[in-house]
T-cell receptor, first 114, second 112 residues
Framework: EAQVTQNPRYLITVTGKKLTVTCSQN?????MSWYRQDPGLGLRQIYY???????DKGDVPEGYKVSRKEKRNFPLILESPSPNQTSLYFC?????????????FGPGTRLTVT | KQEVTQIPAALSVPEGENLVLNCSFT??????LQWFRQDPGKGLTSLLL?????REQTSGRLNASLDKSSGRSTLYIAASQPGDSATYLC???????????FGAGTRLAVHP
């Protein structure tokens, strides 16, 4: 089944403890991105990647890092999480960065930073 | 800067009704517009994608239209069912590398 998977689905952590949220897709998509969803602010893009080793900032990149060493994986790294990073995170992918293609989203990761 | 607005914010209807969800955007230079469904605690499911050159797309009981000149898209749901209850999000892609700009969503409740 074609899908985007994320792990973990739920995470409670403490301020400053480094964490990684994994994202993987099995559709051979070149383009991947991360969004966060917050009440009243909607979904906002954090980072995106057009292909392996090609990443760039979205609208809200502060406090996050990403890497794209393999085509299928695009992990989101929080080096020193803070409470304002408590949010619902979504990974998305599409065939290429070309704007013709539909985007597919993962199931989400609910992160709580205390 | 693109802004996407969805009206109404919430909608409650009896089963069987045909209904229209509205999405408006400020920048008409969009590449495409995508409608999603979000169920509580779950991810976003893509419903329909309309390219900028298209006027509408249909999938089953769903029909989405796009009018770039007026900056509007509508999602029409025919013969609504309780299983249609969810939040519906529209998102435009209009610049940047595949960055979707989302509306706040319409929370739909279809009661038996």
């Amino acid at each position: 089944e074609a899908q985007v998977t994320q792990n973990p689905r739920y995470l409670i952590t403490v301020t400053g403890k480094k964490l990684t949220v994994t994202c993987s897709q099995n559709m051979n998509h070149e383009y991947m991105s991360w969004y966060r969803q917050d009440p009243g602010l909607g979904l906002r893009q954090i980072y995106y990647s057009m292909n392996v080793e090609v990443t760039d900032k979205g609208d809200v990149p502060e406090g996050y890092k990403v890497s794209r060493k393999e085509k299928r994986n695009f992990p989101l790294i929080l080096e020193s999480p803070s409470p304002n990073q408590t949010s619902l995170y979504f990974c998305a992918s599409s065939l290429t960065w070309d704007r013709s293609y539909e985007q597919y989203f993962g199931p989400g990761t609910r992160l709580t930073v205390t | 800067k693109q802004e996407v607005t969805q009206i109404p914010a919430a909608l409650s209807v009896p089963e069987g009704e045909n209904l229209v969800l509205n999405c408006s955007f400020t920048d008409s230079a969009i590449y495409n517009l995508q409608w999603f469904r979000q169920d509580p605690g779950k991810g976003l499911t893509s419903l329909l994608l309309i390219q900028s050159s298209q006027r509408e797309q249909t999938s089953g009981r769903l029909n989405a239209s796009l009018d770039k000149s007026s900056g509007r898209s509508t999602l029409y749901i025919a013969a609504s069912q309780p299983g249609d209850s969810a939040t519906y999000l529209c998102a435009s892609l209009s610049g940047g590398y595949n960055k979707l700009i989302f509306g706040a969503g319409t929370r739909l409740a279809v009661h038996p």
